[in-house]
């Protein structure tokens, strides 16, 4: 039995299996999660094609005022979740510059408002004396969602509430590791909603090809790494499903030696640590102009060495441990190889002895490409600060890797910042900052960061398919 259970056409289901999650803090059970099978599965996929037949016809009105009672119960229950997601997930409850697990509730809030608000309105293409020809936007039908586990309930949130926004029905399958304040997100929906418009279905990996191949589904919502991604597209083709892949990334930040070092540090510090690391979007490669180079290593040591990593229910706790252990082995690896390529420890690099997947906030100078550290996503609290001497040399350097998620430059020249921006390879460019995201603003990837973008009327229409009217005068 579990403590949880799945949400199948508005109601719980229970599974005769179950699994357990685990407090990566503690390595204790938080709780025993639902184990789904094949069959919940094909449950839950009739229950949202039956469920779209009435709320693809649902007003506009209707689905945009649902959307706004999610977000308030959401804040109503802000507490419960915001503790979930630490208990769960990792990250403090507060957490360094106010990034942790309230932050996340927040954001899921503010995302389900800003939503409901987005509009796709039909687009008038022709007008005069032989026709009027429309473009409308139509719902596409059953929409699947994988999430991974750093930021479960947003990233949940970033791929429902379009998707219902627009008329379409989901089952959702969150990661094995963080399942329960997504499952706990669908319950409080599903008092809103009408039964089957949004389902959940929790278990281990294998759950999720039973799910990208099912003939029922019509587009597939991933959030994960660039491997599970490549597999979901393999699997999606059997009815062409319509994709969105937001997958790995290794953001280059480039700093010139204009900037005013103590000034920049902190925000660096906050956008490449932000959840220990483990934000797709976090700044992963960071490259000093050599003039500075030492004072932005001085600076951004000072701040580490005064951050707190710990188990987010502690009050005061700046940053929580690594996830899980399999990526504590890649952080563990990455770190490794960085010693023995003569990468220098300003500050970490010793795991601590546990309980808990913990790993110190690790910075390491004097590394360069051809170091997994530099050429792979360490997604963990590691940062590799890599020296360089010329700009156009440095943004070849940074386009030089297969991932395209972000990348930022750091000048007091904002000019000309703006103009090195435009020539890196990446789906969204910062200036003097980095992985600030926001609903009014698509974001997406390239390169093998994915394809597709999220958020704004760009991100809701890929919910949908145009459909051209010819109407004759
Ligand atoms: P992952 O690819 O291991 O897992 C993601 C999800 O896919 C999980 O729910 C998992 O159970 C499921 N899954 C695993 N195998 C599957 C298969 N064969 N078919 C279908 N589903 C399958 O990723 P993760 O370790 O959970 O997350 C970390 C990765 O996610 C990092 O690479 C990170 O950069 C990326 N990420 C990207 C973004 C973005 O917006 N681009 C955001 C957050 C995380």
């Known amino acids: 039995m579990s403590d949880f259970g799945l949400i199948i056409n508005g109601e719980r289901v229970a599974t005769a299996e179950s699994f357990d999650v685990i407090n990566p803090a503690t390595e204790e059970l938080?709780?025993?999660?639902?184990?789904?099978?094949?069959?919940?599965?094909?449950?839950?996929?009739a229950a949202a094609r039956q469920a779209f037949t009435t709320w693809s016809q649902v007003s506009d009105e209707e689905r945009k005022a649902a959307i706004h009672r999610i977000g308030d119960i959401l804040e109503e229950h802000g507490a419960e979740l915001a503790g979930m997601v630490t208990e769960e997930q990792g990250k403090p409850l507060v957490g360094f510059a106010g990034l942790?697990?309230?932050?996340?509730?927040?954001?899921?809030?503010?995302?389900?408002?800003?939503?409901?608000?987005?509009?796709?309105?039909?687009?008038?293409?022709q007008d005069d004396e032989t026709h009027r020809i429309e473009l409308h936007r139509k719902p596409l039908g059953v929409v699947c969602s994988i999430t991974p586990w750093n930021w479960p309930l947003l990233i949940a949130i970033w791929h429902v509430i379009p998707a219902i926004r627009s008329g379409n029905t989901v089952v959702i399958k969150p990661s094995p590791y963080t399942p329960l304040s997504t499952l706990r997100f669908v319950e409080l929906a599903n008092q809103v909603l009408p039964a089957g418009v949004l389902n959940i279905v929790t278990g281990a990996d294998d759950l999720g090809p039973l799910l990208t191949a099912h003939k029922d589904i019509d587009k597939i919502v991933f959030t994960g790494s660039t491997a599970t991604g490549k597999k979901v597209m393999q699997s999606a083709s059997g009815n062409l499903k319509r994709l969105t892949l937001e997958l790995g990334g290794n953001d280059a930040?480039?700093?010139?030696?204009?900037?005013?070092v103590d000034a920049v540090a902190p925000v660096i510090f906050a956008t490449a640590f932000i959840n220990s690391g483990q934000t797709c979007a976090a700044l992963k490669r960071l490259y000093v102009h050599e003039d500075i180079y030492e004072a932005?290593?001085?600076?951004l040591k000072g701040?580490?060495?005064?951050?707190?990593?710990?188990?987010?229910?502690?009050e005061g706790i700046d940053f929580g441990p690594v996830q899980n252990r399999p990526q504590l082995n890649i952080v563990l690896a990455l770190a490794q190889d960085a010693e023995n390529k003569g990468?220098?420890?300003?500050?970490?690099?010793?795991?601590?002895?546990?309980?808990?997947?913990?790993?110190?906030?690790?910075?390491?100078?004097?590394?360069?490409?051809?170091?997994?550290?530099?050429d792979e996503e360490p997604f963990g609290p590691i940062l590799?600060?890599?020296?360089?001497?010329?700009?156009?040399?440095?943004?070849?350097?940074?386009?030089?890797?297969?991932?395209?998620l972000g990348g930022s430059i750091w000048s007091s020249d904002i000019a000309r910042a703006a103009q090195l921006a435009n020539r890196l390879e990446c789906g969204s460019v910062w200036i003097n900052n980095h992985a600030a995201v926001q609903p009014n603003?698509?974001?997406?990837?390239?390169?093998?960061?994915?394809?597709?973008?999220?958020?704004?009327?760009?991100?809701?229409?890929?919910?949908?398919?145009?459909?051209s009217v010819f109407i004759p005068k």
């Open 30 to 45: 938080v709780a025993k999660c639902p184990k789904a099978n094949a069959a919940h599965v094909d449950l839950a996929v």
């Open 100 to 125: 942790g697990a309230q932050f996340e509730v927040g954001g899921a809030v503010a995302w389900c408002r800003a939503t409901a608000e987005l509009e796709l309105p039909v687009k008038i293409v």
């Open 253 to 260: 930040g480039i700093v010139l030696p204009d900037v005013d």
């Open 296 to 299: 932005m290593c001085a600076a």
């Open 303 to 314: 701040i580490a060495d005064n951050a707190s990593v710990g188990n987010g229910m502690d």
């Open 343 to 374: 990468g220098r420890f300003l500050t970490g690099g010793v795991a601590a002895k546990g309980p808990g997947y913990f790993y110190p906030l690790t910075l390491v100078a004097d590394v360069s490409e051809g170091c997994r550290l530099v």
């Open 384 to 404: 590799p600060i890599i020296k360089y001497s010329d700009v156009d040399e440095v943004i070849r350097r940074a386009n030089d890797n297969p991932s395209g």
């Open 441 to 467: 603003v698509p974001f997406g990837g390239v390169k093998q960061s994915g394809f597709g973008v999220e958020f704004a009327a760009e991100g809701l229409a890929e919910y949908t398919s145009i459909q």
